[in-house]
């Protein structure tokens, strides 16, 4: 396995290219399941969660190929063979339970191992089941898979409202209405900038939606989806994430495709803490220019609200702020794991329910210290920026899921890191 090595120091000058959505591209690369006709998408990140779904979408029959280094993927579902998402792909990468929508549309079937749990929380599909039985789909659980059929051979248009505004359970039932007979309404349907993108891919599909960013998503069905080409949004998380870097390291760095919209209530709690936010032609500059940063309170909400894969990144910055921040986690019950990490780099951090309390310290030293998801990896190279020291980060096989070119990125504006064989 092999660890990030981290010495902390210097600032941060230059600029950091960001890539696609890994959210949208798992979100996107199903979508050809509900056509016969070829979808290719570009502006694909490399990631091995990418990868993941290509092997996921080929184990289905459909040609999935990655082209021009990855960034391009071009998949047809013309000789989809295979209705049944296996466990043993499943398992590794939950989003894998985004084939069920489009199979239960195009098919009338749909055979999908239930995820099981992940590092950050239980993660169950009861929103997915109910918003696809919305549309009339009969679930049963067997054996760990969910047998899913379309009641009469053909899913029909239906409104649903959900409890909670669940990204995943939204992109089902978006994907899946396309090909539903007549309308069909999601109401408390999630925002993110994911959902519009998928949306906006459908519709070059030739899918009837209206209402994607909003709460309230109308499709009218259509009886069958054409072909397209797509281009992945830019990724948000990835965007907020270097625009950390700076914030903790100091200096001054532009993210190069970032756009404002995708991480406004970020941008507000950074600009809050007292770093500098522009906005450029070509992305979002970054400048962190006197001294220590505030103490600021973060509350983790769907978007447009501050997100919950920026929380872990957001505490290694006030890990030294001036000041007592507290973060509360309202998305996932157990995502306070990069803490103990953290603490080991001299943090304060009191972690009761779903608050921490991060009282700031000058400065942190580095240690050996250990990923334990994605998110938390790399607030913990985030962290060693600025330490004093040698950080080592281990397990980045998480980080690979959600992170192309770490070590590039960082190192191109000016970070002392290298990736280690151990
Ligand atoms: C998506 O996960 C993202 N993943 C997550 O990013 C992100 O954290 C999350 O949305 C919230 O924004 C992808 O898009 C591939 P949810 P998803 O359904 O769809 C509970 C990352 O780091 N829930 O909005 O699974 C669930 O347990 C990942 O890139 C149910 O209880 O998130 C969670 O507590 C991590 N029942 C909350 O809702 C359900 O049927 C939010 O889940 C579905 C969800």
């Known amino acids: 396995m092999d660890s990030i090595v981290v010495n902390g120091g210097g600032e941060l000058h230059g600029t950091i290219p960001i890539a696609g959505a890994k959210n949208a591209c798992l979100a996107l690369m199903p979508a050809t399941l509900l056509s016969e006709e070829p979808l290719t998408l570009t502006n694909a990140p490399r990631l091995s969660d990418i990868k993941t779904m290509t092997l996921l979408l080929q184990s289905l029959g459909a040609e999935a ?22 466990y043993e792909i499943v398992r590794k990468m939950r989003a894998s339970n985004l084939v069920l929508g489009p199979l239960l549309a195009r098919f009338g079937r749909a055979v999908v191992s239930l995820p099981g749990g992940c590092a950050i929380g239980a ?39 959900l409890g909670f505004a ?98 406004q209530a970020f941008v507000d709690k950074l600009e809050e803490a007292g770093i500098e936010v522009t906005e450029t032609p070509t992305g979002l500059k970054v ?62 951090i009191e972690v009761h329910g779903g608050t921490a309390t991060v009282t700031g310290v ?28 040698e950080t080592v980060v281990s397990r980045v096989y998480h980080l690979d899921r959600g992170y192309e070119h770490v070590v590039r990125k960082l190192s191109g504006v000016g970070a002392n890191i290298k990736r280690v064989k151990v």
Do not use: W
């Not at 109401?187 to 960013?213: F, S, T």
């Not at 909003?214 to 948000?236: F, N, P």
């Not at 000058?362 to 060693?384: C, F, H, W, Y």
């Open 362 to 389: 000058e400065r942190l030293k580095g240690a050996p210290v250990m990923a334990t998801d994605l998110r938390a990896s790399v607030s913990l190279i985030l962290a060693g920026l600025a330490a004093e020291g």
């Open 65 to 86: 190929t990655a082209l021009q280094d990855g960034q391009v993927l071009a998949m047809s579902s013309h000789d989809i063979n295979n209705l049944t998402a296996d």
């Open 166 to 263: 669940s990204v995943g359970a939204t992109e089902n039932f978006l994907m899946a209405a396309t090909l539903a007979k007549g309308t069909s309404v999601l109401k408390n349907a999630a925002r993110e900038p994911e959902i519009v993108d998928l949306a906006q891919c459908l519709r070059k599909m030739g899918a009837q939606i209206e209402g994607e960013g909003t709460s309230t998503i109308t499709i009218e069905g259509v009886d069958r989806l054409h072909g397209a080409t797509h281009q992945v949004v830019t990724d948000r998380i990835e965007l907020g994430t270097y625009m950390l870097a700076p914030a903790i390291a100091g200096g001054e760095v532009e993210c190069l495709g970032g756009r404002l919209d995708l991480v």
């Open 123 to 161: 993660r169950p599909m009861d929103m997915h089941i109910s918003a696809l039985e919305a549309l009339g789909a009969k679930i049963d659980l067997k054996d760990g898979y969910l047998h899913a059929e379309a009641m009469g051979g053909a899913l029909k248009g239906g409104t649903h409202e």
């Open 287 to 348: 400048a962190r220019r006197n001294g220590r940063v505030k103490a600021v309170d973060v509350r983790t909400e769907p978007f447009p609200g501050f997100p919950t894969d920026l929380q872990a990144q957001m505490m290694a910055l006030l890990c030294t702020a001036d000041g007592v921040s507290h973060l509360e986690e309202t998305i996932f019950e157990n995502r306070f794991m990069h803490a103990p990490e953290l603490m080991r780099m001299g943090a304060q």
